[in-house]
Every structure is written in structure tokens, then in C-alpha cells.
């Protein structure tokens, strides 16, 4: 998280002391913007238990909600969450990085 995100209060001082794991998990995302959704091919590149950065080539708007769904193979793993879009960067070669906030994980809700 950029120096100016904890400043401008983007990012609470809860999760910016929390562990963020180096993954790559791939799966999809489905976003919905203006009503639409709009399914992508996704990667992750870092979690935490407040969040999600992914690879994309969808551009969602920051608020969108999303649906996410992640898997491996070996060692076998898979992840399903719901949360808004936070931020979008514009990466080279027609990518999004986007960040997410989780709002509900299912395997977590009772």
C-alpha cells in the first residue's frame, strides 16, 4: 500500500498491520458494473484477511461489487470471497491491478 493511501485514510491502520501473503492463485472474478456483470480471468498476487490484489484485463470501477473465485491444484486449494473494488491501477500491457475488500467469505460465515 503506497505511503499516501495510509495518510489519506484509504487504508485503516488495522490493515495496514496485517500479514499480506505473496500468492498466485488464478480463478475468476465477476464484477458488476452498472448492472452488468462482467466475468474476467484473474490472478492473485496478494491476500490478507481483509483483502485481495488481482491481475485483470476487466476494468471495473472503484465500489463495483465482485464475486471472487480462486483455485490451485497442488497443494489443492480453493477460495471464494464477495467485496467492492478499492482502487484500480493501470498496469502495462492492457492489465489492471485491482484492489478488493472483502465484505463476506463464505467458508467463514456461519
Given at each position: 500500500?503506497?505511503?499516501?493511501?495510509?495518510?489519506?485514510?484509504?487504508?485503516?491502520?488495522?490493515?495496514?498491520?496485517?500479514?499480506?501473503?505473496?500468492?498466485?492463485?488464478?480463478?475468476k472474478a465477476i464484477f458488476t458494473?452498472?448492472?452488468?456483470?462482467?466475468?474476467?480471468?484473474?490472478?492473485?498476487?496478494?491476500?490478507?484477511?481483509?483483502?485481495?490484489?488481482?491481475?485483470?484485463?476487466?476494468?471495473?470501477?472503484?465500489?463495483?461489487?465482485?464475486?471472487?473465485?480462486?483455485?490451485?491444484?497442488?497443494?489443492?486449494?480453493?477460495?471464494?470471497?464477495?467485496?467492492?473494488?478499492?482502487?484500480?491501477?493501470?498496469?502495462?500491457?492492457?492489465?489492471?491491478?485491482?484492489?478488493?475488500?472483502?465484505?463476506?467469505?463464505?467458508?467463514?460465515?456461519?
Open positions: 500500500m503506497s505511503r499516501y493511501s495510509t495518510q489519506a485514510g484509504l487504508v485503516s491502520s488495522e490493515e495496514r498491520s496485517t500479514t499480506r501473503l505473496e500468492v498466485e492463485l488464478t480463478g458494473s452498472f448492472g452488468r456483470q462482467i466475468e474476467s480471468r484473474v490472478t492473485a498476487r496478494d491476500l490478507n484477511a481483509h483483502g485481495i490484489y488481482l491481475l485483470s484485463g476487466a476494468t471495473p470501477e472503484v465500489d463495483d461489487p465482485v464475486q471472487v473465485s480462486l483455485a490451485q491444484e497442488e497443494p489443492k486449494l480453493s477460495f471464494e470471497a464477495e467485496g467492492e473494488v478499492i482502487r484500480v491501477d493501470q498496469l502495462p500491457e492492457d492489465q489492471q491491478g485491482i484492489a478488493i475488500r472483502f465484505q463476506s467469505i463464505p467458508d467463514l460465515d456461519h
